[in-house]
C-alpha cells in the first residue's frame, strides 16, 4: 500500500489499513512490530493515526486466540489463517471488545480494507457477533505453541501469570539518576516507587514529564534494571571500569555511568547507537562508545566488571511486545542460545581475576538462561556464581536457591508485574 492510496482513503481507514499491514508483517512474515512500524503507516501524517495503527495491532497479538475462537463461532467453515477477511474482521472486533469504538465506526473502516473482496462476509459475520453480544474473556489465552513450551518449564502458575500479564499494556518504570532522590520524583510524577531509584507510572507521555529533558531518569522496566543493580557501585576509585556489552539503547550504561564506573559500551548496531548517544547526553552521563562486534572486538585489558545483556529471544518483554508471541519459534531460541554461549565465553575473557560478571536475558526460555549458566559453569571454573543477595531486590522477588535470579509473569502482579528476565552474577575467581 503506496502513500498515495492512504491519502485516498477515507478517514479513519488510514489507520487500519496500517494495522492490517502490521499485522500482515509479524503474522506472515515474522517481523517484529516495531521495525514493521515506520514502512506500515508511511503516508500517514498525523502522530494519532499512526500511534492508533499500532495500538490496533498490538491489541490484536494480545487476544489474537480469542478473536479467532469468536470467528470462527460465527462462520459455517473457519476461515483461512491467512485471509484478509479474518485479518479484518480481527482489527474490527479488537476495536469494539477491547478499545471501545462504537461498532459502526470500526466495520465502516475495515470494510474498504476488502475491497473487491468478501465484504459481505465480513460484514455479515461482524454482524452476527455484535447481535449476539459476544465478549473477549477478562483474561486472554496464551497461542498454543506459546502456552505448552511455558508449561513445560514453568508449570500451571506461569501460565496462568502469562495470562493475567498480557491482559493489559504494563506500567511505566522509570530508573532515577540519583537513587537519593527516589521520593521527590515519585512524588513530583505521581507514582509509587518498588526500590530506591526507580519510580512506577501508570503511564504518560515521557517527553512532556517532569525530569526528562534534564536527564533525572530514563524509562526502563525494574527487571531489566536489576543486571546493572547487581554491579551496583564502583568501589574502585578512578580506576573502576566496566563494559557493557549490547549495550544500546544505554539503560544499563547509564546505570552504570551513574554508579561511577568508567563505562565502555559497545553495540553492533550504529543506529541504536545513536540512540545511546542521545540518551547519555540528556541525561549528563559519560561512556565511551565502540561499535563493533562483541565476538571479534577485544578490550585492551581486563575490566572490573562486564555486563552481558545478550541478544536473545526477548519472549520476557511480551507484555510490552505480544508480537514475540508468534515471532519466537524453537529454531530462534536455539540460534540465540547457540550466539549467547559464544558471547558468555568470550565475556568472561574480559573480566579481571577478582571481578564481577554479570549475564542476563529478558528470556523466559531455560535454553537462554539456566541451561547457559550450567554449560558456563561446566567449562569455566574460574568463575563461581556470587549469589543474588533477598537486600538487592524489591519486595516480592527472591533469589534462585542457586545465587541466580529468575523472574516470571505473575511476579509482583499485584503492583503491576514485571518482565521476565535471567539474570546471574558471577565472580571470578582466578
Known amino acids: 500500500m503506496s502513500p498515495q492510496t492512504y491519502s485516498a482513503d477515507p478517514p479513519g481507514v488510514p489507520a487500519r489499513r496500517a494495522a492490517l499491514r502490521l499485522l500482515d508483517a509479524v503474522l506472515r512474515q515474522g517481523l517484529p512490530l516495531e521495525s514493521a512500524l515506520d514502512r506500515a503507516t508511511a503516508g500517514i501524517e498525523r502522530a494519532d493515526d499512526r500511534a492508533l495503527a499500532r495500538a490496533i495491532a498490538a491489541e490484536t497479538l494480545r487476544r489474537l486466540p480469542d478473536l479467532d475462537a469468536l470467528i470462527d463461532s460465527a462462520t459455517a467453515r473457519p476461515l483461512p489463517e491467512d485471509a484478509k477477511a479474518r485479518f479484518a474482521l480481527r482489527i474490527a472486533l479488537v476495536q469494539t471488545l477491547a478499545l471501545g469504538t462504537p461498532s459502526h465506526a470500526a466495520i465502516a473502516t475495515v470494510l474498504p480494507l476488502v475491497e473487491g473482496g468478501p465484504r459481505k462476509l465480513v460484514h455479515g459475520v461482524f454482524g452476527t457477533l455484535s447481535r449476539r453480544g459476544d ?14 513450551r511455558w508449561h513445560a518449564a514453568w508449570g500451571d502458575d ?4 502469562a495470562e493475567h500479564a498480557i491482559a493489559a499494556p504494563p506500567p511505566l518504570d522509570l530508573t532515577l539518576a540519583d537513587p537519593e532522590r527516589t521520593a521527590d520524583w515519585a512524588e513530583q510524577l505521581g507514582g509509587t516507587t518498588l526500590m530506591p531509584g526507580h519510580v512506577r507510572l501508570p503511564g504518560g507521555h515521557v517527553p512532556e514529564m517532569p525530569g526528562f529533558e534534564e536527564g533525572a531518569w530514563w524509562v526502563q522496566d525494574i527487571a531489566a534494571s536489576l543486571p546493572a543493580r547487581l554491579i551496583g ?61 562483541a565476538l571479534l572486538w577485544k578490550p585492551a585489558a581486563p575490566a572490573d566488571a562486564v555486563l552481558l545483556d545478550a541478544p536473545c529471544s526477548a519472549t520476557g518483554i511480551f507484555r510490552r511486545h505480544p508480537d514475540v508471541l508468534y515471532r519466537v519459534r524453537p529454531s530462534i531460541i536455539s540460534e540465540m542460545a547457540a550466539l549467547q554461549e559464544r558471547l558468555f565465553a568470550r565475556a568472561a575473557n574480559w573480566v579481571k581475576p577478582g571481578g564481577i560478571l554479570v549475564y542476563a536475558t529478558c528470556s523466559l526460555e531455560p535454553a537462554e538462561g539456566e541451561e547457559q549458566l550450567r554449560r558456563f559453569l561446566a567449562t569455566r571454573p574460574d568463575y563461581s556464581v556470587d549469589p543474588v543477595r533477598q537486600e538487592e531486590l524489591p519486595p516480592g522477588l527472591a533469589p534462585h536457591a542457586d545465587g541466580y ?12 508485574g514485571l518482565d521476565g528476565f535471567f539474570i546471574v552474577r558471577l565472580k571470578r575467581t582466578g
Open 405 to 416: 535470579l529468575r523472574t516470571l509473569p505473575g511476579m509482583l502482579g499485584d503492583v503491576g
Open 233 to 293: 557501585p564502583n568501589r574502585h576509585g578512578g580506576t573502576g571500569t566496566a563494559i557493557d556489552i549490547c549495550a544500546a539503547p544505554g539503560g544499563k550504561t547509564m546505570q552504570l555511568a551513574a554508579a561511577g564506573w568508567a563505562v565502555t559500551a559497545l553495540d553492533n548496531s550504529p543506529t541504536r547507537l545513536e540512540r545511546l548517544t542521545d540518551n547519555l547526553a540528556r541525561t549528563k552521563l559519560s561512556a565511551e562508545i565502540i561499535t563493533a562486534d
Open 135 to 148: 465478549a473477549l474473556p477478562e483474561i486472554p489465552t496464551l497461542p498454543d505453541a506459546t502456552a505448552i
Open 158 to 161: 506461569g501460565i496462568e501469570g
